[in-house]
């Protein structure tokens, strides 16, 4: 592993260290907010997360409509550990406007399931946080991972 690499996955070994804290402190939308601090987050969208993984492969997608009336679609791939998968009805928040978030860009997906469930997939681009999907999960699923992935307008 380079030592680029080495300084990526402490950054999100602690990053999630820090989310994980504010879920079992009981708050998703602190561990959320607590991602995008001092980011000014305005923009706000909703939508559905398909998400799986295969021990220690996954793939994410999302299909949000932000408060503006565009509609976006992010699809990724991840390295991490994990098992199942599912979808989330959720919300999230954004640090820029949904057409500065076409291209590409790196996540964080976090999920806990058991029929029930949550997961949060933390968007990151130029190494800061840019926005955040929280949402109830139907799905059996326990999963960490970090992956790249891409933004499109639909």
């Not at 980011?39 to 220690?56: D, K, L, P, Q, S």
């Amino acid at each position: 592993m380079s030592v680029v690499d080495q300084d990526t996955a402490t950054e999100h070994e602690a990053r999630s260290a820090d989310t994980l804290a504010a879920v079992q402190a009981g708050s998703l939308k602190a561990a959320g907010e607590q991602r995008l601090q001092g980011a000014g987050a305005e923009w706000t969208a909703a939508g559905t997360c398909t998400f799986a993984t295969a021990f220690i492969w996954g793939n994410v997608s999302a299909d949000l409509t932000f408060s503006t009336g565009e509609q976006m679609n992010f699809y990724g791939e991840h390295w991490g550990l994990g098992l199942g998968g599912g979808t989330s009805y959720g919300a999230a928040v954004f640090s820029m406007p949904p057409a500065a978030l076409v291209g590409g860009g790196t996540y964080e997906v976090h999920s806990v399931a058991g029929v029930g469930g949550f997961v949060q997939v933390v968007f990151f681009r130029d190494g800061g946080a840019v926005g955040v999907f929280t949402g109830a999960a139907l799905a059996v699923n326990a999963s960490v991972g970090g992956g790249s992935g891409t933004w499109t307008l639909r």
